[in-house]
């Protein structure tokens, strides 16, 4: 089975998520489908019906985040360093066409939030990125099209 690369804080936050799903939310539904029980007929039960889906729901998603917590890789990015872009670098690149600054932090897969500034490892402008160093320029196909950026700073935060 593969690692799953994932920094400390996105490993922190699949196993709250984990916590929340087994310690709260799995005997909300319990009690919500014993409670649809309680009312008859469950053929025609949509209460029962809808309990049993969100149940199906929790009961994968706990599966999920405890096979990815098992292959987990968490890598603390603050005993990293170097020049070149790697996984857990904070990199700051500079569009080409528009002279417009930007700044990312690779991350795993799950921690990714483009708003906040964390792409996923394997987005293709992290791939383009990957082993770049500053002054380097990437080439990176977009939806909106081709786009061209230059390293201007890589940073271990």
Do not use: C
Not at 89 to 97: G, I, K, N, Q, Y
């Amino acid at each position: 089975m593969d690692k799953i690369p994932m920094t400390a804080g996105g490993h922190q936050a699949l196993e709250d998520e984990l916590k929340t799903l087994k310690s709260k939310d799995r005997p909300e539904i319990i009690a919500a489908i014993a409670e649809a029980r309680s009312h008859g007929d469950l053929s025609e039960n949509a209460e029962y019906h809808a309990a049993k889906e969100r149940q199906g729901f929790i009961e994968s998603r706990i599966a999920e985040l405890e096979d990815k917590l098992s292959r987990a890789q968490v890598i603390d990015v603050s005993k990293l360093s170097g020049d070149s872009v790697k996984f857990g670098a904070t990199v700051t690149v500079v569009d080409e066409d528009t002279d417009k600054e930007a700044r990312y932090q690779i991350v795993g897969e799950d921690e990714s939030d483009v708003k906040s500034g964390k792409i996923s490892i394997a987005s293709p402008l992290a791939r383009a990125l990957i082993n770049k160093t500053v002054g380097d320029s990437i080439e990176v196909n977009t939806p909106g099209g081709g786009k061209a950026y230059e390293v201007l700073k890589v940073e271990w935060v």
